[in-house]
């Protein structure tokens, strides 16, 4: 049976890819995560969050199968999702590091499954370690066998550090080969153990988007995460830079909104999270300021709201979800009904 097995794989990809429809023409969340239960069994137990908001009672998924998301998204009144396998976890500082060849492609095959029996609801994003050895044939692999519409990576999840040339050798070898399959990339770039600040990550820019053509990146989170804090607006600031100086590589570039405004459950259930994991240096998430709201319109505008993404990362707190996140997007990013209408369907690199 086991050798049969890709066989069997690549025939269901070719099949439904055959017959299904475009990406829809609705509302689109950009950003949401899925899981196997066999990854979150290694997950260190979270606290059960329950929120009331807007009226309506959310609590933070246990599961991460189609199920849920489809049902966050129809609760939304979404039509589409980008789903990001979670198999970058693995080889994190947080899980187990035996047999990760193994657990990253199995993975990687959850995530596709569940995208796959969406009715083309959900664009399955594959994800990886980019320092694992085995990273530049697990991209050729999800885009081949198992139909990967984009690639995710997790610089702080990784511990990726862009100033080490070793480091930086592995990741431009990820990202070309994802760019030779057509695959777009969701970068998380801000690590809180890593540098951050705006001319590590213009030297980024330039060596990344500046030297692979066509490479397309969609930074998470606004580049940074956890609010819009002076930092994180320089170095968006520095990402507006980049694409005045660079328009033909600034083409190639959007950001989605996720985790750059925070509410209360989410930077409760974030200083939670980081006090289970031990991380060492912990950044204490708070609630985003309306001076930071503010700071955060303006370097929107200045990028060109049609680069900014709506996302939600569903998955990581109880009001992360695409109804209560547009609800509380739509009172505080400041735009228009109109911009924020369009904002909702913007579909970035994805296809
Ligand atoms: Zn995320």
Redesign the pocket.
Known sequence: MNKWRPLLLSLVVFFVFSVSEAFGAGYVDN?M?LWSSYLNHFWPPVPEETVVYEGETYTKPTEGTRKQLLEALDHAGFTNGVALSGAYFWGSAWLPKDDLENKVKKENNFAAIQCLASGNRLTFVASINPLLDFAPEEVDRCAESLGAKGLKIHFNASRVDVTNPEHMRKVMEVLSRATAHDMPVLL?YRGFMLPYDPETFTSFLEETLGTIPGLRIQF?HCTGFGGFSDKTEAVFNALVEFCRKNPDAGKRVWVDV?GAIVDDALADIWNKMTKALGMEKPDFMYRTTPEEAKNLNRSMRELGLEKVLFAS?WG?SATLQPKPHSQLLRKELGLTNEEFEALLTNRGPWK
Request: glycine fraction near 14%.
């Open positions: 950003h995560h998380h998470a996720s990362d990581g």
